[in-house]
């Protein structure tokens, strides 16, 4: 039987930066996303400047889960309680459909002429795909994969953009020999006009193709840890000197829109700036998964906010849920794409 189960939680996506000054570092749209992960912490009460993370520093294909909650409607945030997709653009919904259907045919029809769907290969690399080629790539994969159930996590919806954490189950290998799975994926949606303009999806493929269970161990390479390090310190010198020399942080300014701040000169301006106003206290991770030079992180942010809340001003408490795609070159960040409410955090 094929069913789609909602699990928990609903939140806003955006992405950080700060000040009309970000503007001037804007210069495309980074592209969507896609993995799964399980239920952010309801409510956080630490107010201590601590970091709970891994210890390990290598990074290669893993994923880290905790047990999932059986309260339905636990740390809501946004949308209707009683039914967490309620936010879902249309076209998510009928792209599950098509994928639990297993229909190439729908699932292309989905995405605008321009579009690009990208997702992990056999090699840990990722592919991407556009019309007409995307039709051919998924019915391929459907070959491979039959998706049963999918279970969502949170779902996180915001202008143009949403980014949906679940978990798939079903099976691989094709008829003759099926195997079941079950995978964490996020997926991360661009829509222009009703369609699918971008999709990027994270899982890992052999959880999914070879049936190996999610891993229980937490990995995090180093530059991650030094990252979360460098937020905990409110560090943009610290924070910019972890990026290439191309490197890329992709934000959302207080107006919504989305924008890229570029080389770590850039960075470390606009992130002194956010410093200013933010003042992280606690970092929380309830998933990790990491394939290839790709590792997502869903985490739980506490901290205080207002107008220069580090060291003076008034200060209100904010506690959000985020999810961070890291992008790794020898040792580097090659580009963040840091998913989270704007408002939840700075206002």
Not at 87 to 116: C, K, M, N, Q, S
Request: glycine share 6%; net charge negative.
């Amino acid at each position: 039987m094929r069913r789609i189960t909602v699990v928990l939680t609903v939140a806003t996506l955006m992405l950080v930066a700060c000040g009309d000054e970000a503007n001037d570092a804007s210069a495309t749209t980074a592209p969507a996303s896609t993995f799964a992960t399980t239920p952010a912490p309801a409510s956080r009460t630490s107010a201590t400047a601590t970091t709970v993370r891994p210890t390990t520093t290598t990074a290669t294909t893993t994923t880290t889960t905790q047990p999932p909650t059986t309260t339905t409607n636990a740390g809501v945030i946004g949308g209707d309680t009683a039914d967490p997709t309620s936010a879902l653009p249309d076209v998510v919904t009928r792209y599950t459909d098509a994928l639990i259907a297993g229909d190439a045919e729908a699932f292309a029809a989905l995405f605008t002429d321009d579009a690009v769907l990208s997702m992990v290969s056999e090699d840990h690399t990722r592919s991407r795909y556009s019309p007409p080629l995307l039709r051919g790539a998924i019915g391929d994969w459907f070959q491979l994969v039959d998706y049963i159930e999918v279970e969502y996590i949170n779902v996180i919806v915001e202008g143009t953009f949403a980014v949906v954490v679940s978990n798939w189950s079903g099976t691989s290998g094709g008829s003759a020999n099926p195997t079941p799975f079950v995978a964490p994926t996020i997926t991360v949606f661009d829509f222009d006009d009703g369609l699918i303009s971008g999709c990027d999806s994270y899982f890992v493929y052999d959880q999914v193709v070879n049936s190996t269970p999610p891993s229980t161990t937490s990995v995090l390479p180093d530059v991650v840890n030094l990252y979360v390090d460098a937020v905990l310190a409110g560090d943009g010198a610290a924070l910019a000197e972890l990026f290439t020399d191309e490197g890329v942080l992709t934000g959302v300014l207080e107006n919504h829109s989305r924008s890229l701040l570029r080389t770590p000169g850039v960075i470390h301006s606009m992130m002194r700036l956010w410093f200013c106003y933010v003042d992280y206290t606690d970092i929380e991770q309830t998933m990790i998964l990491a394939e290839g030079n790709s590792v997502v992180v869903v985490s739980e942010l506490v901290g205080t906010s207002g107008t220069h809340a580090r060291g003076c001003g008034d200060k209100t408490p904010f506690s959000a849920v985020t999810v961070t795609v890291f992008v790794l070159d020898d040792g580097l960040l090659a580009s963040v794409d840091d998913y989270f409410e704007y408002d939840q955090i700075a206002n």
